[in-house]
């Protein structure tokens, strides 16, 4: 006998759908690591820190704290190297974390300000840097990661906690005169061992060049992101 209802193909599941059950899955993962480390008496948060010390520590101390002048931030180099230690921490723990690219807007236009020149676009990086190292914890990276570009991990921070830290930091940012384009990727932990890291770049940086492109016509500071399904959080009109 045929079963009819085996020909019929099912509705593809909606990107939603999709992410929603992906972030069940690894919450309920996340948990049961964290049961595991209760049952043996340890704090699982301070496990992971210590973890993330220790395998720090192992890292060459040169590249680890290298930083550039004009911020006080960990250079490209510094970042590129310790994300993957990051990125290798979040899957043995089953942490989300979310990855953000950042461009000043109109810096050059600043750079050519008559009677102030590249001085005036030294001070505001140099402000975008202080708001960045206010706005982060310890365990987050933040890099200038090349002229006007920044780069932040926010660990064990997914897409919609992501969001709510871009609203604390646009604040000072309003505050102090900087806008900023910013675009986001959230990483799964199941993603880690299947994608790059330049993978993951790649999309936050399209992310904020879709940013960028619309701070053209709306000016201030706007923020866009997605998760490996392509779930979006916040488009640019809504930031």
Same mark, same amino acid.
């Given at each position: ?5 085996? $020909? ?51 890292? +060459? ?19 590129? $190297? ?29 750079? +050519? ?8 676009? +030294?001070?505001?990086? $140099? ?28 660990? +064990? ?83």
């Amino acid at each position: 006998m045929t079963d009819i209802g085996s $020909e019929v193909p099912k509705p593809a599941e909606r990107p939603a759908v999709k992410l929603h059950r992906a972030r069940r899955k690894y919450e309920k993962d996340r948990n049961t690591v964290r049961e595991e480390y209760k049952a043996e008496g340890e704090n699982p948060n301070d496990h992971r820190r210590r973890l993330r010390r220790e395998i720090r520590g192992r890292l +060459d101390l040169r590249k680890q704290y290298e930083t550039e002048d004009m911020t006080g931030l960990l250079t490209r180099t510094a970042f590129d $190297e310790m994300i993957g230690v990051e990125l290798e921490i979040a899957k043995k723990f089953g942490m989300h974390s979310t990855l953000i690219i950042m461009d000043v807007n109109k810096l050059k236009e600043v750079n +050519d300000t008559p009677g102030a020149g590249h001085a005036a676009g +030294d001070k505001l990086l $140099e402000k975008v840097g202080e708001q960045l190292r206010l706005g982060t914890r310890d365990e987050d990276l933040v890099a200038r990661y090349g002229g006007d570009e920044f780069a932040v991990l926010l660990t +064990d921070i997914d897409l919609a906690e992501s969001w709510n830290w871009w609203k604390r930091l646009k604040v000072g940012l309003d505050e102090n005169g900087i806008s900023i384009s910013a675009g986001a990727r959230e990483i799964f932990p199941r993603e880690i061992d299947e994608e790059t890291v330049e993978g993951f770049t790649k999309k936050a940086d399209e992310h904020m060049y879709l940013v960028k492109e619309w701070s053209r016509s709306h000016p201030g500071s706007h923020f866009f992101g997605s998760g490996p399904d392509d779930g979006r959080l916040r488009s640019p009109s809504q930031s």
